[in-house]
Nanobody, 124 residues
Framework: QVQLVESGGGLVQAGGSLRLSCAASGRTFNYFTMGWFRQAPGKERECVVVISRGGGVTYQADSVKGRFTISRDSAKNTVYLQMNSLKPEDTAVYYC?????????????????WGQGTQVTVSS
């Protein structure tokens, strides 16, 4: 069983920054493709960015390009989402997800493991 625990959410003004962390339990972190998703009230869960086992970005939503950066630290079993130049439309619950599969993997149904989510609120 794999557990994912997100942290780092909060309230920030537009233009500000936050860094989300997702810590994974177990010894299989290096075998996971990791994704960050978000879900705003009344909207479907959408993929923000995906990082492969090797550390390459395989997917990034157009809405966050140039502002959000994903990275992973195998020594800490942790994946990060650095969010800069935040906008009110970035407000959502952010989830990290893990899957053993390859490729772009931008669809929520492709992931087997999910964290509990962390709220990000951007005020105007």
């Amino acid at each position: 069983q794999v557990q994912l625990v997100e942290s780092g959410g909060g309230l920030v003004q537009a233009g500000g920054s936050l860094r989300l962390s997702c810590a994974a339990s177990g010894r299989t972190f290096n075998y996971f493709t990791m994704g960050w998703f978000r879900q705003a009230p009344g909207k479907e869960r959408e993929c923000v960015v995906v990082i492969s086992r090797g550390g390459g970005v395989t997917y990034q939503a157009d809405s966050v390009k140039g502002r959000f950066t994903i990275s992973r630290d195998s020594a800490k079993n942790t994946v990060y989402l650095q969010m800069n130049s935040l906008k009110p439309e970035d407000t959502a619950v952010y989830y990290c997800a893990a899957d053993y599969g390859y490729g772009t993997r931008a669809a929520p149904e492709e992931y087997d493991y999910w964290g509990q989510g962390t709220q990000v609120t951007v005020s105007s």
